[in-house]
């Protein structure tokens, strides 16, 4: 089913399917299971802490449905195009999210161990020039519409890159892991997918792009030992992960402020 | 002065007290632990004429009062009445008195007083607990992001005045050192953090330190924010038939008044609904809307209905269901 008229550029991806969109009411219901299972932490360990890491698995769709449900979504807030673009980058957002939990999970899996460990984390652990997400929450609510834009604008350019260095990484590591490799490349197309949504987002509200820290050189990426890369390529999913969280929640609250 | 709480530097962090009587109690705390257990922990100024003893419930006490010279003894008396320890399972020793196997009902006032004169020696007022145990710690995010709260409770009656001091830090290893989570009211079993990091893979770590005259104990909660937000349930649950329509009815609800920004941070709901009469509750959703039409019921029959809250993005638990609320559909007369 196509929309008639407005732009919808990257918006109704085909194979992306798969997630319930929450601006299309439930008509009927469905039988559904108690969703959320809150994990009691584990007893904290020297070093590598065992902590849950704790996915918000969002329901699944079929893809056919999934795509057609987005579709729908869209056609509903063609009348207003700033609403629109903020309900693609929106939808693009949980999206991403849900996929980036699987994507941590397949990462940990084939690095081994102690990272294949069930509940590794290692929240202690970063790696420079990687964005993160975590604020404290009246800095969060207090951010104008161009600086929360801006930050996503700058971390995602920022993922784009490392998902690259990661997906290199993994190729020397572990050639025999397509289904990784392919992961990787997936996020890092869905990544560019949420960058264009979100420049939309930023033209629709009039905000100016900044430019942003320089990344940090990749060439010195190739520098380092393998274990280093595996620990690098955990805080890349780790992270990006995170900041999709992060950004779920400002397109919520544009959502909000816009919509009404 | 600092003073560090051995059971809370599992990595040498410090946990300062700024407080004159909270540094009073560790002063107090350290002293007890250094001692056998029916040591007297005599706080006693020349003005306070019943100094305190607390010792352990189910141990031997030891109530001193030395022999004076050229007496055969001391006369014991608890509460102003004479001990006669021949008929009692009181034991009079050369060092005092002793009290084996001490009962809670063994608590009061006793004093040691010369045979021939009747001059009081020395006067204890004696209470009787246990050292507290490890206690027993909950956090939630009810009121997500602004703040969580977290509870405790000890294993077990301890019988005397406990303290609690509660302290957090965010991370395992921070820099920062410890912050004070906010309780309501000295001694109560809760406290808020209200600074709250959004989007933090590093954990929380909360510390209760459980005190009183015979002992500490320590218990750590590590939790990350975004994993415990469970909202209180919905309010306000109202059932309505809709008139002309036989087989539905309309719910409607509101978002616990708790839940700060339902805007910002929207909810979705499920909903659980009995017909009276069968035994089995028919659970449909999650939706975001605050309002339902239940559909395909029967005309006439009682329903019952209840509906439960979770963060739309799926972090945390659902909240409890909420009080439940019933209706029949429209009935043709």
């Known amino acids: ?41 584990g007893f904290l360990r020297e070093g590598m802490g065992a902590w849950m890491p704790g996915p918000p698995h969002p329901p699944r769709l079929p893809h056919a449905a999934g795509t057609l449900l987005l579709c729908l979504v869209l056609a509903q807030a063609a009348a207003d195009p700033t609403a629109n673009t903020i309900a693609q980058a929106y939808s693009l957002a949980r999206l991403l999210q849900a996929d980036a939990t699987d994507l941590l999970q ?45 930050g996503n604008q700058v971390a995602y350019a920022a993922y784009e890159a490392f998902l690259a260095v990661v997906a290199d990484d993994q190729a020397q590591l572990h050639p025999g892991r397509p289904q990784l490799l392919a992961h990787l490349a997936r ?17 629709a509200l ?41 950004t779920v929640r400002d397109l919520t609250l544009l959502r909000a402020k816009y919509l009404a | ?94 060092d005092g008195l002793v009290l084996p196997n001490a009962s809670l009902a063994q608590e009061g006032d006793y004093s040691c007083h010369h045979p021939a004169s009747g001059e009081a020696l020395r006067r204890i007022r004696l209470r009787l607990g246990l050292p ?13 992001p602004q703040t969580v709260n977290c509870t405790w409770s000890l294993p077990a009656d301890v019988h005397l005045d406990t303290e609690f001091i509660a302290m957090y830090r965010h991370g395992v290893w921070a820099k920062g050192g410890e912050t004070e989570c906010v309780q309501p009211a000295a001694g109560a079993s809760s406290c808020s953090i209200n600074d709250v990091q959004l989007f933090s893979i590093t954990p929380y770590v909360l510390n209760i330190t459980a005190v009183n005259p015979l002992g500490t104990a320590t218990s ?38 708790s839940w700060p920004l339902p805007e910002y941070f929207p909810l979705k709901y499920l909903i659980r609904y009995t017909r009276q009469g069968t035994g089995s509750p028919r659970t449909i959703g999650p939706y975001e809307q605050t309002s339902f039409i239940l559909t395909g019921l029967r005309p006439g029959a009682i329903y019952h209905v209840q509906v439960a809250a979770k963060d739309l993005t799926d972090y945390g638990e659902y909240s409890a269901w909420s009080p439940q609320a019933s209706g029949t559909p429209w009935k043709r007369r």
């Not at chain 1, 161990?113 to 929450?137: E, M, Q």
Request: hydrophobic content about 45%; glycine content about 12%.
């Open chain 1, 1 to 41: 089913m196509i929309p008639a008229g407005g732009k919808w550029g990257p918006a109704c991806l085909g194979p992306l399917g798969g997630d319930p969109d929450p601006w299309a009411p439930w008509r009927g219901g469905w039988e559904h299971p108690r969703v959320g299972v809150s994990w009691m932490p």
């Open chain 1, 106 to 150: 397949a990462y940990l899996s084939a690095q081994g161990p102690p990272f294949s460990a069930p509940g590794f984390a290692a929240p202690a652990l970063g790696w420079a020039g990687v964005p993160g997400a975590a604020l404290p929450f009246p800095a969060w609510r207090g951010l104008g519409d161009g600086e929360r834009l801006r």
């Open chain 1, 187 to 203: 996020a890092r197309a869905r990544v560019r997918g949420l960058r264009a949504s979100l420049g939309a987002v930023m033209a």
């Open chain 1, 206 to 246: 009039g905000v100016v792009p900044g430019t942003g820290p320089p990344l940090v050189a990749m060439a010195t990426a190739n520098q380092a030992s393998a274990f280093e890369r595996k620990c690098r390529g955990y805080v890349v999913c780790r992270e990006y992960r995170a900041w999709l969280g992060r």
């Open chain 2, 1 to 94: 002065m600092r003073m560090m709480i051995p059971s809370c530097a599992m990595d040498g962090a410090q946990a300062p007290f700024g407080t004159s009587r909270m540094r009073w109690t560790v002063q107090v705390v350290l002293v007890l632990l250094t001692c056998p257990v029916f040591c007297i922990a005599d706080s006693a100024t020349e003005e306070d004429p019943w100094p305190l003893q607390h010792s352990a419930l189910g141990s031997d006490v030891l109530l001193r009062c030395a022999v004076p010279a050229g007496a055969a003894g001391v006369e014991w008396r608890v509460n102003g009445t004479s001990v006669a320890t021949a008929l009692d399972v009181l034991v009079a020793t050369e």
């Open chain 2, 132 to 144: 507290p145990g490890k206690p027993a710690i909950e956090c939630w995010a009810i009121s997500y």
């Open chain 2, 220 to 257: 750590l909660f590590p939790f990350i924010v975004e994993h415990i937000i469970r909202p209180d349930p919905p309010e306000d649950l109202q059932v309505s038939a809709i008139p002309s329509e036989s087989k539905k009815l309309l719910l409607e609800w509101k978002p616990p008044g």
